[in-house]
Nanobody
Framework: QVQLVESGGGLVQPGGSLRLSCAASGSFFSINTMGWYRQAPGKQRGVVAAMTSGGTTNNADSVKGRFTISRDNAKNTVYLQMNSLIPEDTAVYYC??????????WGKGTLVTVSS
């Protein structure tokens, strides 16, 4: 059984930084994509950033230049470094693992609140 466990959310002031981590456990194909999605109140869940096991990244336009995704394949862990946070970044952030063939797993989410 594949499990994703996020950590690192919390309350931060505008302009501040946070680093999210997501560790995947279980048995799954080493060629995959890990990423982060977010869902703000009243809005649909959308992609923030994703990274393949080969190192290709995809970032949402709203976070380019502020957020950086990275991963440690040996640890099956993906990170999201979030800088210059703004109130609009407030959301529940979900870790995502996509395998070949479309099988997808989700973490339970971690809340990020950007407020003064």
């Amino acid at each position: 059984q594949v499990q994703l466990v996020e950590s690192g959310g919390g309350l931060v002031q505008p302009g501040g930084s946070l680093r999210l981590s997501c560790a995947a456990s279980g048995s799954f194909f080493s060629i995959n994509t890990m990423g982060w999605y977010r869902q703000a109140p009243g809005k649909q869940r959308g992609v923030v950033a994703a990274m393949t096991s080969g190192g290709t990244t995809n970032n949402a336009d709203s976070v380019k230049g502020r957020f950086t995704i990275s991963r440690d394949n040996a640890k099956n862990t993906v990170y999201l470094q979030m800088n210059s946070l703004i109130p609009e970044d407030t959301a529940v952030y979900y870790c995502n693992l996509k395998l070949p063939g479309g099988v997808t797993y989700w973490g339970k989410g971690t809340l990020v609140t950007v407020s003064s």
